[in-house]
């Protein structure tokens, strides 16, 4: 019997905002729920009575909520919540005005710069002055080319308060990317810094504007916020506007535009897998039900805590850790890298801090046991109650490590949704143990089991993660797809009317998760999900290749990218031409889209109708059979794939 790793006093679980939800709960209606898993199962066998009754536990502001909780609930997609109410996203995250901390932020280089809760409320209403003086009005899009800096956070919420709708990706993304997904949305206006720090450098992002301005037309304005200098030279960027001259700092009210629950807040990204990146709409009342149900409750964020995520504004845990600010939370923001300019920076900022509440990825904690550091011997953590970590499944390895050289009283936490959802399937929770391995439970109100082929629950066994009903933080739908059927291939037709996320996994006898990867070819590497065909649009570039093919190979606790290449007849692949591939992909992508091994292969099999088939090849990699050959024109190429050296170390 697998011993937990570390459960709560009965003191603790208590005092949890958990607890304290499920006595209201049986209060009002009558129930007489004692456990997480009675309350889980109540929460989705009554779903609408468990998101109206949050909604009301919450406090979310509204200038109407309304009757109408679910409509067309036995549908998916086609279900509605709350489709009466009208609130703003905005107004919810600025509830709080006063002298309280509201963001920290800290940098690589050991500046400091913090924020109260009523300066933010006054920075966001001279932006948000700004943005409407420039002619930006509801449904309107404006995005971020930002690093995860204060006042990254201060245009997203002047944008979402007036109706308007936020987008963003991180400054590392080259200009393809970038265009690759803001080219698709089309924003008004532009936000960046004129550059960024990681790993002691300085890295320009204005020489990047030029080019991404001259593919997106409908970008009216580009502001500039100073970053690497307190007054940096814009002249040679077309439609530049520093932030100083942008904001109306004489406005010091904001008119929060009242919009329906199911209004556009945010726009995000798919990897990109067979094509450009899916664009994925979120709503403004669903991304902020789902994230203060899982802060709250599963994180017991509080407005004492001092909350951390390690995220670029390219990632959904960035989207997920701002809806803190309407705990009331203190937030604190750090960009640039977690290992400069000591493996323990970040650490060393939660003891300044008091961080409560610090969120990572697996691949960090990995690379922290690694390099030997041992925060809890070397740091003051007292104030630290919760870890949690995402971006790939996190090791048992990984458990003890945190129990053994970060903290023993500890809530930690592995967690797993996705950007699909801009929130969580499965997560933790404060009152309950946690087991090496595993994540504590699946979140309140999702309707989360794992699948065989048949559609069948499956114990014991491994299946695939789907959600049965409906849930508020649902996508609207990708843009641009007004019939709704790319959205619907994505996720409803493995198994109709059933959510079917992409993950591979089991639910344990005690309620937790196991999640054992994704079960497509997305690609993993460090946490970050990276499409294939990202790194496909760039080889193409480099005239001797003629085709390629990128595998995610498991290793050492991670997963490493391999790129396959077909050359042109003649050319042999040697190390002029791998630095050549590696530098186009770097130059166009972020350094994690860089293959660690580059092979080449003499052919690369493909589907009869010419698609090339990530999947099968990574299966032979690994060793396992590879079934469906007949749906292949040329099965034969798969042999040149098995049992490769190179792959070996």
């Given at each position: 019997?697998?011993?937990?790793?570390?459960?709560?006093?009965?003191?603790?679980?208590?005092?949890?905002?958990?607890?304290?939800?499920?006595?209201?709960?049986?209060?009002?209606?009558?129930?007489?729920?004692?456990?997480?898993?009675?309350?889980?199962?109540?929460?989705?066998?009554?779903?609408?009575?468990?998101?109206?009754?949050?909604?009301?536990?919450?406090?979310?502001?509204?200038?109407?909520?309304?009757?109408?909780?679910?409509?067309?609930?036995?549908?998916?997609?086609?279900?509605?919540?709350?489709?009466?109410?009208?609130?703003?996203?905005?107004?919810?995250?600025?509830?709080?005005?006063?002298?309280?901390?509201?963001?920290?932020?800290?940098?690589?280089?050991?500046?400091?710069?913090?924020?109260?809760?009523?300066?933010?409320?006054?920075?966001?209403?001279?932006?948000?002055?700004?943005?409407?003086?420039?002619?930006?009005?509801?449904?309107?899009?404006?995005?971020?080319?930002?690093?995860?800096?204060?006042?990254?956070?201060?245009?997203?919420?002047?944008?979402?308060?007036?109706?308007?709708?936020?987008?963003?990706?991180?400054?590392?993304?080259?200009?393809?990317?970038?265009?690759?997904?803001?080219?698709?949305?089309?924003?008004?206006?532009?936000?960046?810094?004129?550059?960024?720090?990681?790993?002691?450098?300085?890295?320009?992002?204005?020489?990047?504007?030029?080019?991404?301005?001259?593919?997106?037309?409908?970008?009216?304005?580009?502001?500039?916020?100073?970053?690497?200098?307190?007054?940096?030279?814009?002249?040679?960027?077309?439609?530049?506007?520093?932030?100083?001259?942008?904001?109306?700092?004489?406005?010091?009210?904001?008119?929060?535009?009242?919009?329906?629950?199911?209004?556009?807040?945010?726009?995000?990204?798919?990897?990109?897998?067979?094509?450009?990146?899916?664009?994925?709409?979120?709503?403004?009342?669903?991304?902020?039900?789902?994230?203060?149900?899982e802060l709250m409750l599963h994180t017991d964020l509080r407005r004492d805590d001092h909350f951390f995520y390690y995220t670029t504004c390219g990632w959904m845990m960035w989207n997920w850790m701002v809806s803190g600010l309407a705990t009331g939370c203190t937030l604190v923001l750090f960009d640039g890298s977690p290992f400069a300019p000591t493996p323990s920076i970040l650490w060393q900022i939660a003891e300044q801090e008091k961080i409560s509440v610090f969120g990572t990825s697996a691949k960090y904690l990995a690379a922290l046991e690694k390099a030997g550091v041992k925060p809890g011997h070397d740091f003051d953590l007292s104030a630290l109650k919760a870890l949690l970590s995402t971006g790939s499944p996190l090791s048992h390895e990984s458990f003890e490590y945190v129990y053994r050289d970060i903290k023993q009283d500890l809530q930690l936490s592995s967690i797993s949704g996705g950007t699909d959802i801009v929130s969580c399937f499965a997560?933790?929770?404060?009152?309950?143990?946690?087991?090496?391995?595993?994540?504590?439970?699946?979140?309140?109100?999702?309707?989360?089991?794992?699948?065989?082929?048949?559609?069948?629950?499956?114990?014991?066994?491994?299946?695939?993660?789907?959600?049965?009903?409906?849930?508020?933080?649902?996508?609207?739908?990708?843009?641009?797809?007004?019939?709704?059927?790319?959205?619907?291939?994505?996720?409803?037709?493995?198994?109709?009317?059933?959510?079917?996320?992409?993950?591979?996994?089991?639910?344990?006898?005690?309620?937790?998760?196991?999640?054992?990867?994704?079960?497509?070819?997305?690609?993993?590497?460090?946490?970050?999900?990276?499409?294939?065909?990202?790194?496909?649009?760039?080889?193409?570039?480099?005239?001797?290749?003629?085709?390629?093919?990128?595998?995610?190979?498991?290793?050492?606790?991670?997963?490493?990218?391999?790129?396959?290449?077909?050359?042109?007849?003649?050319?042999?692949?040697?190390?002029?031409?791998?630095?050549?591939?590696?530098?186009?992909?770097?130059?166009?992508?972020?350094?994690?889209?860089?293959?660690?091994?580059?092979?080449?292969?003499?052919?690369?099999?493909?589907?009869?109708?010419?698609?090339?088939?990530?999947?099968?090849?990574?299966?032979?990699?690994?060793?396992?059979?590879?079934?469906?050959?007949?749906?292949?024109?040329?099965?034969?190429?798969?042999?040149?794939?098995?049992?490769?050296?190179?792959?070996?170390?």
């Open positions: 019997m697998q011993e937990p790793l570390w459960t709560p006093t009965s003191e603790r679980v208590a005092s949890t905002q958990m607890s304290d939800f499920i006595v209201k709960v049986n209060q009002t209606f009558g129930l007489d729920l004692d456990s997480y898993d009675s309350l889980w199962q109540w929460s989705t066998n009554s779903s609408e009575d468990f998101w109206n009754f949050f909604w009301d536990y919450a406090g979310i502001l509204s200038s109407h909520k309304g009757s109408r909780i679910l409509d067309n609930g036995h549908l998916m997609p086609g279900a509605t919540w709350f489709s009466e109410a009208r609130l703003n996203f905005a107004e919810n995250l600025l509830r709080y005005r006063d002298d309280g901390a509201a963001i920290v932020f800290c940098g690589e280089d050991g500046r400091r710069n913090e924020i109260s809760y009523r300066d933010l409320y006054s920075r966001v209403a001279a932006l948000a002055a700004g943005l409407k003086a420039q002619g930006v009005v509801k449904n309107d899009i404006v995005a971020g080319f930002m690093p995860n800096i204060t006042e990254t956070l201060i245009a997203m919420l002047a944008t979402t308060s007036i109706g308007a709708v936020w987008t963003s990706c991180s400054p590392d993304f080259g200009i393809n990317g970038v265009i690759d997904r803001f080219g698709q949305v089309k924003p008004k206006v532009l936000f960046t810094t004129d550059g960024y720090l990681y790993n002691g450098k300085a890295i320009d992002s204005l020489g990047k504007i030029q080019g991404i301005l001259s593919s997106i037309s409908s970008i009216e304005a580009v502001v500039v916020v100073p970053f690497l200098n307190a007054n940096p030279d814009v002249s040679e960027v077309p439609k530049a506007i520093q932030l100083n001259d942008f904001v109306h700092d004489d406005v010091k009210t904001i008119e929060f535009e009242q919009v329906a629950f199911n209004h556009p807040l945010y726009v995000m990204y798919s990897s990109g897998t067979t094509g450009v990146p899916k664009c994925i709409v979120h709503s403004v009342g669903g991304t902020l039900i789902q994230h203060l149900k997560l933790g929770s404060p009152i309950l143990p946690v087991y090496a391995g595993e994540l504590q439970c699946r979140g309140l109100g999702m309707a989360v089991d794992m699948y065989d082929d048949d559609a069948q629950p499956v114990r014991g066994q491994k299946g695939e993660l789907v959600c049965t009903k409906p849930f508020p933080s649902m996508p609207i739908g990708f843009w641009q797809d007004p019939e709704q059927r790319r959205f619907h291939d994505a996720y409803f037709a493995q198994f109709p009317n059933i959510w079917a996320h992409g993950d591979y996994g089991e639910v344990t006898e005690r309620g937790g998760v196991i999640i054992h990867g994704r079960s497509d070819a997305v690609l993993n590497p460090g946490g970050v999900r990276i499409g294939t065909a990202e790194i496909y649009r760039q080889v193409e570039k480099v005239d001797e290749v003629l085709e390629s093919l990128c595998i995610g190979q498991p290793w050492k606790d991670d997963v490493r990218v391999v790129l396959f290449v077909r050359l042109k007849d003649g050319v042999e692949l040697d190390d002029s031409l791998i630095k050549q591939i590696k530098n186009v992909i770097r130059l166009n992508t972020t350094p994690r889209h860089v293959p660690e091994k580059i092979l080449q292969v003499h052919d690369i099999p493909r589907t009869i109708s010419g698609k090339i088939v990530e999947l099968a090849v990574r299966k032979v990699v690994m060793g396992e059979e590879v079934k469906n050959k007949d749906a292949l024109a040329n099965p034969q190429a798969l042999d040149l794939f098995k049992d490769l050296d190179e792959l070996k170390n």
